[in-house]
């Protein structure tokens, strides 16, 4: 087994290629070693080269709406009156403290996005 360190770009593709022609290596075998070790590296280097930045709050929302079937009025006890909502998923209004423990108890969404 030969893995080196995943520095730069083309290692980083010749490390995905390798990881492409080890996919269906047995677990416990030595290819299959090769490929968690590969897939560790690889993670190591998307994570410090292509990092992924925290969702607008707003969009966080609209993305907790559409996947549990929320309308506006599902809202109104998080939020307030409609019109309160709207103007939240306009960003017309930021949303207040109170409103981000409701968010975050109501949909589950994490804090730390609700008040970025």
Request: with cysteine.
């Amino acid at each position: 087994m030969d893995i080196k360190p995943v520095k730069t770009e083309a290692d980083y593709r010749l490390a995905l290629k390798e990881v492409e022609s080890l996919m269906t290596a047995e677990k416990d075998s030595p290819e299959g070693e090769q490929l968690d070790v590969l897939v560790t590296l690889i993670e190591a280097y998307e994570a410090r080269c292509y990092p992924i930045g925290m969702p607008d709050p707003v969009a966080a929302i609209k993305f907790e709406m559409e996947q549990q079937g929320l309308s506006i009025k599902d809202l109104e006890p998080m939020i307030g009156r409609s019109n309160r909502v709207y103007e939240v998923l306009a960003h017309k209004r930021n949303l207040s403290l109170n409103m981000i423990r409701k968010l975050n108890q109501g949909l589950g969404i994490p804090a730390e996005v609700l008040i970025q």
